[in-house]
């Protein structure tokens, strides 16, 4: 079994920047991807990036594409995402979780083994 952990979420003014950490624990054969995903009070948990393990293609949304970089340490197995011009907006918790089947790697319900999350909060 897997265990994702997120670290490195804070506070931070628009403009600014944050890189966050998901630190894998566990065997991670079989894992397809690794993505990181939002969430906001009353909105649903939507896709931000994800990283292909075996051969290291990335997407990205497109809320998000040109500002954040999602890349993997090998020697860890620890997934960054690097934050740069943040905006309000981008205020959430951010999780980040594994897929073992390939499919839609954009949707949440494709991932398992998520972490705790951790909060990102941008203030204008």
């Known amino acids: 079994q897997v ?3 997120e670290s490195g979420g804070g506070l931070v003014q ?3 920047s944050l890189r966050l950490s998901c ?3 566990g065997e991670m ?3 397809r991807a690794v993505g990181w995903f939002r969430q906001t009070p009353g909105k649903e948990r939507e896709f931000v990036a994800f ?3 075996n051969n290291g293609p990335t997407h990205y949304s497109d809320s998000v594409r040109g500002r954040f970089a999602i ?3 090998n020697a860890d197995n620890t997934v960054y995402l690097q934050m740069d011009s943040l905006k309000p907006e981008d205020t959430a918790v951010y999780y980040c979780a594994r897929n ?3 499919g839609t790697l954009s949707s949440r ?3 398992t083994d998520w972490g705790q999350g951790t909060q990102v909060t941008v203030s204008s």
């Open 3 to 5: 265990q994702l952990v």
């Open 14 to 16: 628009a403009g600014g």
């Open 23 to 25: 630190a894998a624990k």
């Open 29 to 31: 054969d079989g894992t």
């Open 51 to 53: 990283i292909s393990w």
């Open 71 to 73: 890349s993997r340490d």
């Open 100 to 102: 073992t089947i390939g």
């Open 109 to 111: 319900g494709f991932y």
